[in-house]
């Protein structure tokens, strides 16, 4: 079983950065994908940033350029950090881990991006 922590969301004007961070419950060399998640009002859960089995990472078109995750073996942690800020970005972010086929989920965060 997987526990994952986020934190880091908040309120940031248009252009502005945000750091998200998740913490996993065990060493994040055991779990086979994990990475970040979104869901806006009205809309479907879709991902943003992963890590998967290779090391580069895959993104969410609409986020590449902006957007980087990145990833400490030694706090068990995996970060966002979010640039260029736009309404657009506003959601829940949510951590999301798979581990021996099961799929974990943080509580989320709220991201709002606003003027």
């Known amino acids: 079983q997987v526990q994952l922590v986020e934190s880091g969301g908040g309120l940031v004007q248009p252009g502005g950065s945000l750091r998200l961070s998740c913490a996993a419950s065990r060493s994040i060399y055991s779990i086979n994908a994990m990475g970040w998640y979104r869901q806006a009002p009205g809309k479907q859960r879709e991902l943003v940033a992963r890590?998967?089995?290779?090391?580069?990472?895959n993104y969410a078109s609409s986020v590449k350029g902006r957007f980087a995750i990145s990833r400490d073996n030694a706090k068990n942690t995996v970060d966002l950090q979010m640039n260029s800020l736009k309404p657009e970005d506003t959601a829940v972010y949510y951590c999301?881990?798979?581990?021996?086929?099961?799929?974990?989920w943080g509580q989320g965060t709220q991201v709002t991006v606003s003027s």
């Open positions: 999301n881990a798979v581990y021996y086929s099961r799929e974990y």
């Open positions: 890590f998967t089995s290779g090391t580069v990472p």
